[in-house]
């Protein structure tokens, strides 16, 4: 079992940039695939980001691509999510999802672990 806390979120303006991170507690958090999500006001939780445990392996919405990078430090049990050129349609709140998968699902129904969020706004 694991348990995540996510931290980094903020106010920040359109071009700017944020780092999300997600510290795991619990001795496996190598061997489970993770993933950061968001959520908006009257919309659904979306897959942004996600980082398979075994083959290293990255996957990114077409939203996000090419802007955002999703990496992890075993030794630190955390998980980033380094943001760049931020737009105001990537404000919402950001989970942090873990599970022992060795996939990269993009369902919340397929995690697990989540965290409790963290706030991402960003202004026009």
């Known amino acids: 079992q694991v348990q995540l806390v996510e931290s980094g979120g903020g106010l920040v303006q359109a071009g700017g940039s944020l780092r999300l991170s997600c510290a795991a507690s619990?001795?496996?958090?190598?061997?489970?695939?993770m993933a950061w999500f968001r959520q908006a006001p009257g919309k659904e939780r979306e897959f942004v980001a996600g980082?398979?445990?075994?083959?290293?392996?990255?996957y990114y919405a077409d939203s996000v691509k090419g802007r955002f990078t999703i990496s992890r430090d075993n030794a630190k049990n955390t998980v980033y999510l380094q943001m760049y050129s931020l737009k105001p349609e990537d404000t919402g709140v950001y989970y942090c999802?873990?599970?022992?998968?060795?996939?990269?699902?993009?369902?919340?129904?397929?995690?697990?672990?989540w965290g409790q969020g963290t706030q991402v706004t960003v202004s026009s």
């Open positions: 999802a873990g599970d022992t998968t060795a996939a990269v699902p993009r369902t919340a129904q397929s995690y697990d672990y």
């Open positions: 980082i398979s445990w075994s083959s290293g392996r990255t």
């Open positions: 619990g001795r496996t958090f190598s061997r489970y695939t």
